[in-house]
């Protein structure tokens, strides 16, 4: 009886015939992280329901708080949602719950660097609504909102480009250890992956 080629089984995710090896050359990242395509599309359903949720709660704090403070109270605890929302599903960035994090997701550094992202949004959405009302003293609900959001969508795809460029690629690019069957001659590529 002729026997195929034998390959390791090591249990080295990622190796051939390891548990759930599709046999196919692994890419650096969390496995299942999407592209920036479909990175872009959860971003908007994602990011998009909290700022329209962000939006209605900022018109009704409005009624009894200064613009200024409503927003920067619904900024907050948008920016923290929607910073566990991006890490879960976004960028699927593989991050865990660790202890002392109950459910959260994200440690400080990426709530810190998500944050500094949203006070730019914070800036720019502020300043629209000022601007707005130093042009039109009392403008309509519908205008106000109109300009809101418009400026929080020009924030988000700054905001997007951050995130997925700076606050959550260090999770998606974690070295993949590179194992060799050593009943096969390894391919350039392979070669080429463990000479750098």
Not at 11 to 26: D, F, K, L
Not at 42 to 60: E, H, T
Not at 140 to 159: C, K, P
Not at 164 to 182: G, N, S
């Amino acid at each position: 009886m002729e026997r195929g080629p034998q390959t390791s089984t090591t249990g080295t995710p990622g190796a051939p015939g390891a548990p759930g090896a599709t046999g196919a050359p692994r890419t650096t990242g969390a496995p299942g992280a999407p592209g920036a395509l479909a990175s872009f599309v959860r971003f908007v359903i994602f990011g998009g329901g909290v700022g329209l949720a962000s939006s209605a709660a900022v018109a009704l704090l409005a009624a009894l708080l200064p613009f200024a403070l409503a927003n920067a109270l619904v900024t907050v605890v948008s920016t923290i949602l929607a910073t566990e929302l991006h890490a879960r599903f976004t960028f699927a960035s593989g991050l865990r719950p660790s202890a002392g994090r109950g459910l959260l997701r994200c440690g400080l550094r990426h709530h810190l660097q998500s944050a500094g992202t949203a006070a730019a949004a914070f800036s720019v959405t502020t300043l629209a609504v000022l601007v707005l009302h130093a042009i039109e003293s009392t403008p309509g609900l519908a205008v106000e909102q109109t300009v809101y959001l418009s400026a929080s969508g020009l924030a988000g795809v700054g905001r997007f480009l951050a995130l997925r460029l700076y606050v959550f690629a260090t999770a998606r690019k974690q070295p993949v250890p590179v194992t060799l069957d050593l009943h096969r001659a390894p391919t350039r590529r392979e070669l080429l992956t463990t000479a750098s």
